[in-house]
């Protein structure tokens, strides 16, 4: 059984006349890991976890990268624990099971038959035809679908290339019809597909996007994400919010280990209440930014401004509170939690990358040596060492402290990929 802790860093003290109140939220779970072994293989249920593995298989993937894809959708197999239900699915302008073989159902469990069988139909792929992400999507969630009793399915998607056999309407809808049916992990290999178009995916499927730079690095990149899914033994945990009445609640981030904006995603559970998804969870630690408007108070006045608690379903099991009082006290009101300053600087810092990288494939060059400028600063501000490293790929820094830099002449376009996936990825603050 996992248990779960929640803790709260923020600064309490608000001066004559405040209204907003920020704190960093930090949710640890343990145990779960533990049990995502005996999950897969029943004891927490009946085949109570599904993979289905989406491999790109267009033309541009060539017979090298197809090859490639295949060792590594191997890779990821063998990483699947027995007793998990799982499918393998190619994609190009439409998508197709290519195991289990039709007579058998959308998924079978994994065992050392299945297996074999997996392997040696992974082996057949072939490249041709365009790319319809979204029908890959859909086929995803159908196969999801015909086993609603599974609590934890989650995908892995990889491409190399644009979204071109649909229209963005398509894919759209496709990605929204999948929300909530399962989570899914995206790669992108190579440096002919687009960043946002796939990040988009996996924001949106509560999922992470990164480059991989080349075919033959596919594999230990698919091991990865597999042993890391299998490692998820909790599904379909909830952060919930209430803020009290006359309160606005300005958002909810998670800001650790990677930046995603929740705030859309409430579902009401009361009038002052509202969930928040947040996937399956590991032995780890996640990080949230609530922001909450309250009306003033006055001075020595204090009040809770909101409860954060995270749920299994509709039980609460770990709560921490943001709390406010009002103070004339300067050297009380003006202090910034550090979590609170460093997580605000990183979430700006993604913005800027990717702002300045937009700028620069649109031919702003002026606007996108400001941008990428200013990611300089904040990044030397903040102790971002490996930003700083990735950003040197990109422009040329003549001061790190001002954040005056220079367009690089001949940066790759590997190198521009590897920045923006990387840009929402956060350093932990540590306390």
């Known amino acids: 059984m996992a248990d779960f802790t929640a803790e709260v860093f923020q600064n309490e003290f608000l001066p004559d006349g405040g209204t907003d109140v920020h704190a960093i939220v930090r949710v640890t779970s343990s145990g779960a890991s533990a049990g995502a072994a005996a999950t897969a293989a029943g004891a927490g249920g009946p085949e109570s976890s599904a993979e289905v593995i989406l491999i790109d298989t267009s033309g541009s993937m060539g017979r090298r990268g197809v090859a490639a894809a295949g060792v590594a959708a191997k890779a990821a197999l063998n990483e699947i624990v027995d007793g998990t239900l799982f499918a393998v699915v190619a994609g190009n302008g439409t998508a197709q099971i290519v195991y289990p073989y039709s007579h058998q159902g959308a998924l079978v469990p ?12 992974v082996e057949q792929l072939r490249a041709n035809g365009g790319t319809a992400m979204g029908t890959w999507l859909t086929l995803a969630r159908r196969i999801f679908e015909t086993v609603p009793h599974v609590t934890k399915r989650h995908a892995i998607l990889l491409t190399d290339g644009v979204n071109e056999g649909e229209t963005p309407a398509s894919l759209q809808a496709a990605v929204q019809s999948c929300i909530g049916v399962f989570q899914c992990d995206c790669r992108g290999v190579g440096d002919q597909w687009r960043v946002e178009e796939v990040r988009g995916i996996a924001s949106a499927l ?3 996007v990164d480059l991989i730079p080349a075919p ?6 698919f091991e990865s994400m597999m042993r890391a899914s299998m ?3 909790v599904a379909n945990v909830e952060l919930r919010v209430w803020v009290p ?3 606005e609640l300005l958002f909810v981030k998670q800001v650790s280990p990677t930046l995603e904006d929740l705030t859309g995603r409430r579902t009401p559970v009361n009038p002052l209440t509202g969930a928040y998804p947040t996937g399956a969870w590991s032995d780890e630690s996640r990080d949230y930014h609530v922001a909450v408007r309250l009306p003033a108070r006055t001075l020595g006045q204090e009040q809770l401004a909101a409860r954060v608690q995270i749920s299994l379903g509709s ?9 406010a009082k009002w103070s004339n006290d300067d050297s009380l009101t003006t202090r910034i939690d550090p979590a609170v300053a460093a997580y605000t600087g990183q979430a700006e810092l993604a913005q800027v990358i990717q702002e300045g990288l937009a700028a620069k494939a649109a031919g702003q060059d002026e606007v996108a040596t400001s941008k990428l400028g200013r990611a300089v600063h904040l990044a030397a501000v903040t102790g971002n060492e490996e930003m700083t490293t990735r950003l040197r790929k990109v422009v040329e820094i003549d001061d790190a402290d001002t954040g005056t830099v220079r367009l690089k002449k001949g940066a790759s376009k590997i190198d521009e990929m590897s920045l923006d996936t990387a840009s929402t990825k956060t350093s932990r603050v540590r306390r």
């Open 110 to 121: 994994m065992s050392s038959h299945t297996r074999g069988e997996a392997i040696r139909a």
């Open 206 to 208: 509560l999922g992470t």
């Open 216 to 221: 033959e690095e596919m594999a230990a990149e």
């Open 231 to 233: 490692a998820r033994g």
């Open 245 to 247: 009445q006359g309160a």
């Open 315 to 323: 039980d609460p099991v770990a709560q921490a509170l943001v709390k």
